[in-house]
């Protein structure tokens, strides 16, 4: 069965399945925590004419999110576990990292209210006392305020890879700041999370050239959906629902820093194509 596009756009939430588009009506924060969302996007579009004048490709999408919190986890990969460990080796760091990827307890971070939060086609914020940043391409759950993982969307943890490295302490301001992270373009919604062989690919590119290129699969999560989901909400409530940011498996090498003018595009197959600048703060 095919799944919907759930988008936020400028004339209201939009439904779209199979090259055809249905709006919604109704408020943002009221679809994104129904816990059965599917179920309600397929009343709904059974019952309502589609509108043909609304194309797929040319909707004017803003973030997917009005008033959920963004919420990230870490060290989900063996391949973030490793460049946490490097960055952090100075430190002394690299010990909580190591542990931290095989505990029973995962790590979790608040990432951003949604003021700071960009969508697709919007500029990300460089920090202007970080030198060394980077994209984090991830799977982005969407959870209504039950609890129930409702669909999911790309997301760009953009981070700062000296500033955390420098001290774990540190981790907020490395994290968290203006444009800090993007998401979209859209929410899938479908009775079931895209499977462990998606891809997740990000390219770098700065003027004409490509300046990294990387992918990983969803069989590289060390963690279940569920059971990051599971730890988010223990003694902690999200009147909104929220959004979850699943952790990165790809880490360029050591000399990628983003500059101004950088272009982030992550694609995750099945979901869609996220694509943000970067600019100065
Ligand atoms: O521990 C630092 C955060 C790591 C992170 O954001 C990730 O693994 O995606
Ligand atoms: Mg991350």
Not at 8 to 36: F, I
Not at 61 to 86: D, F, H, I, K, N
Not at 217 to 242: I, M, Q, W
């Amino acid at each position: 069965m095919s799944h919907f596009m759930l988008y936020r756009t400028a004339q209201g939430p939009v439904a779209c399945r199979d090259g055809a588009c249905w709006p919604l009506g109704g408020e943002w924060d009221d679809w994104v925590n129904e816990d059965a969302l599917f179920q309600s996007l397929q009343h709904h579009c059974d019952h309502q004419a589609a509108d043909p004048a609304l194309d797929e490709s040319t909707l004017e999408l803003l973030a997917p999110l009005v008033s959920q919190e963004l919420w990230a986890c870490g060290v989900t990969y063996r391949r973030s576990r490793e460049a946490r460990m490097e960055e952090s080796a100075e430190a002394g760091g690299g010990d909580f990292y190591d542990r931290v990827y095989d505990a029973p307890r995962p790590e979790l971070f608040f990432k951003a209210t949604p003021h700071r939060v960009v969508g697709p086609g919007e500029d990300l914020g460089l920090r202007s006392d970080s030198k060394w940043m980077v994209p984090e391409p991830e799977l982005v759950l969407a959870v209504s305020r039950n609890g129930v993982i409702v669909g999911c969307t790309v997301g760009n943890d953009l981070s700062c890879r000296d500033i955390e490295g420098e001290n774990p302490l540190y981790l907020p301001q490395a994290k968290t700041f203006s444009r800090c992270a993007a998401v979209g373009p859209g929410i899938r919604v479908a009775p079931e999370l895209p499977g462990a062989d998606t891809a997740i690919r990000l390219l770098i590119t700065r003027g004409d050239n490509a300046l990294f290129e990387g992918e990983t699969r969803l069989s590289e999560l060390k963690r279940t959906p569920a059971g990051l989901v599971d730890y988010l909400f223990r003694d902690n409530t999200h009147p909104n629902g929220c959004l979850l940011m699943t952790g990165t498996g790809i880490v360029p090498g050591d000399d990628v820093a983003l500059a101004a003018g950088d272009v982030v595009t992550i694609s995750i197959d099945g979901i869609g194509t996220l694509v943000n600048s970067v600019q100065s703060g």
